[in-house]
């Protein structure tokens, strides 16, 4: 089988079972870029009945955690950043969040029911500053495409999967998702770069390896290093936290000017 990243040979790495032991499954393991994929997933419509699986109880913290992490990295490294698209973006909740702290985010998913944010869908065919795309690769039956899809309509990517650099027995590894049968795809480290370098692109890793970014541009190292080094974990957490004033001013939020222009929509 090839790999579907660099498409090298991939050696057959571990047989098996998703749905409490229903459902055989083989994956393989890429010597060139140690990316680990299933076998071709001919159980996706059973694993997808629901399109959130129902032992996802983190969402709500997830959404939490990952937008106060963001607002903090957008607002010192792209200061500047106007239209974004969360990519695959569930129920719209993170997208909502985001356009309270004054981000112009857009909602795309093809599978789930937007309930927080029906009234600002995108387009993949615009384009955007940032694209984000939270717990999604690991989704992806062909993840290259995917990947090269939303790069030509953005040039910055922010996406959390967990890596299994550090996993040393990945048969028990929770994030494999074997109740569910959604994870497919599961990145490493030199996945991730090699998928950087063959777009010619930089990239970053943020939150103890589970928030990254792969960006056209060169961030500033010293602004980077803020989040990449940060001196005590305490002030890293303050930092998230906004527990302490903090260094850039927050921006105003799309809160009141969304709201009179949804009930100005729905009156007419």
């Known amino acids: 089988m090839n790999c579907k990243i660099c498409n090298n040979h991939s050696n057959s790495f571990l047989e098996?079972?998703?749905f409490?032991?229903?459902?055989?499954?083989?994956?393989?393991?890429c010597k060139t870029c140690n990316f680990i994929q299933a076998e071709e997933p001919y159980w996706l419509d059973r694993a997808y009945s629901s399109?959130?699986?129902?032992s996802d109880i983190g969402l709500i913290s997830r959404?939490?955690?990952?937008?106060?992490?963001?607002e903090s990295i957008l607002l010192h490294l792209f200061p500047n950043v106007n239209k974004?698209?969360?990519y695959a973006a569930g129920y719209g909740m993170?997208?909502?969040i985001m356009r309270d702290k004054g981000f112009d985010f857009y909602w795309h998913d093809d599978y789930c029911e937007n309930i927080f944010s029906e009234h600002f869908v995108g387009s993949l065919s615009a384009k955007y500053d940032i694209i984000t795309a939270f717990e999604v690769f690991e989704h992806l039956p062909n993840p290259t495409e995917t990947i090269e899809k939303?790069?030509?309509?953005?040039?910055?990517i922010f996406f959390t999967t967990e890596l299994t650099d550090n996993v040393s027995d990945f048969n028990s590894w929770w994030y494999r998702g074997?109740?569910?049968?959604?994870?497919?795809?599961?990145?490493h480290t030199n996945t991730l770069q090699y998928i950087a370098n063959k777009n010619k692109l930089y990239y970053y890793s943020f939150a103890n390896q589970t928030l990254h970014l792969l960006a056209k541009n060169k961030i500033d190292e010293q602004a980077l290093n803020v989040f990449l080094h940060p001196p005590q974990r305490t002030i890293w957490d303050r930092i998230l936290r906004r527990a302490t004033a903090p260094i850039v001013k927050p921006r105003t939020s799309f809160l009141t000017s969304d709201y009179n222009a949804i009930i100005k929509q729905l009156n007419s």
């Open 20 to 29: 409490n032991n229903e459902q055989k499954v083989t994956y393989y393991k």
């Open 94 to 96: 993170f997208v909502r």
């Open 51 to 54: 399109a959130i699986t129902k």
């Open 178 to 187: 074997e109740i569910s049968g959604q994870h497919i795809s599961f990145f």
């Open 16 to 18: 098996s079972t998703l």
């Open 150 to 156: 939303l790069l030509s309509i953005s040039e910055t």
């Open 63 to 70: 959404n939490i955690y990952n937008s106060n992490l963001l």
């Open 84 to 86: 974004c698209l969360d």
